[in-house]
Every structure is written in C-alpha cells, then in structure tokens.
C-alpha cells in the first residue's frame, strides 16, 4: 500500500475487503505505527480485529456520521497524528464509502428529485481535493472500501460501478478489486474463502 497516497479496495458484499483493512492495520501496528479506523458501516468487531492481530485498544477507532465529517476527521487527525509522532507510519482505513451518507440525506435537506448519489459524488470530489495535499505532505497511507454495485439497464460492456462517481477513480494511486473465487471447507464445514485480487 503506497504511503502519500490513496488506495481504493473495491469488491462485492463480504469478499474479504474488511480482512485485508484489518490485516494492514494490524501490519502498520507491527511497525510501530498509528492506525485509524474509519468505521461508517458500524461493523468493526473487536473479536475478529484481534483475532487477525490488531491491538483494538492502541487503535484510533472513529464513527462519523457523514461524508462530509469523515473528511474533517481525515484531516484533523492526520494533524494532531503528525503532530505527536512526527517520524512514524499513519494509516487510515474507511471502512466503506458505499454506506456512507452525505449531509444532505442524513438531515433531510433535499428533494424527491435530487439525486443523492451525484450530491455524494460532489461531496467525495471536493473531500479528494481536501485531503490529497495532507496525504502527500504527511506522508500518510490513505485506503478507502467501496462496493460493487450493478448499474441497471446496461446492456453493453460492463455494468458494474462503484460508489462515489468518478473522483475516487481519478484521485486513488492504487484500486484493487477483491472477488470471491470459492470456498474453503473442512468436513464440510466452511471456514474461509479463495479470493482474486485484480
């Protein structure tokens, strides 16, 4: 994962996109470093975190309610991470994108003809333009999940789309695309899957 940079894990529901954040926390760690856990799908669990080796308790563990403060909390504590460790790796993770409202939605402040998606879309773009100057000064390891998602009607090439318009496409360095491949059974029992990274 590049540091000064943002990566973007796409996938479908439950292709491991959680496992791979949290094993890079618990890597970032490891080394030292300070990790922070965007959790906007409220689906962290301190059980399997441990399990995969992340300390919990020297984690930073944040839950904005919105796009818009998820780009705050970004850059705040960026900063005040900087500014109590100036040598050390910072990895923030934002567990996903997909689930996140903006604040128009989350307050109610729009029409029935609004489209909340290209509302989300403005909001990311202006977000990217934000933090991408932090990242690259700070040298912080950026990395955001985002869902597949199936545009309807598309009769040729590929339907599938992601979350967030076209701003994160442009501003990720980095975009990997985890799809479940099988399963992994023991005496019939399931206990993982086989994945693809692209």
Known sequence: IPVGKLTEITGEEASGKSLV????????QRRGGIAVYIDTENSANPDFLTRVGVDVNEMVYLQPGCVEDVGEAIVKTITMARAKAP???????????????CRAEL?????????????????????????TDTLGKDQVALVFTNQLKVKI???????????????????ASVRLDIRRTGQI??????????TRVK
């Open 21 to 28: 954040c949290a094993h890079l926390i618990a890597e970032v």
């Open 185 to 194: 059974k023991e005496r019939e029992e399931i206990i993982g899957s086989e």
């Open 87 to 101: 040598n050390r790796i910072i990895l923030v993770v934002w567990d996903g994108i997909a689930a996140t409202p």
């Open 153 to 171: 009607g598309v009769m040729y090439g590929n339907p599938e789309t992601t979350t967030g318009g076209n701003a994160l496409k442009f501003y």
């Open 107 to 131: 307050n109610g402040d729009f029409d029935l003809n609004m489209n909340l998606q290209l509302e989300k879309s403005k909001v990311l773009s202006k977000m990217m333009r934000m933090i």
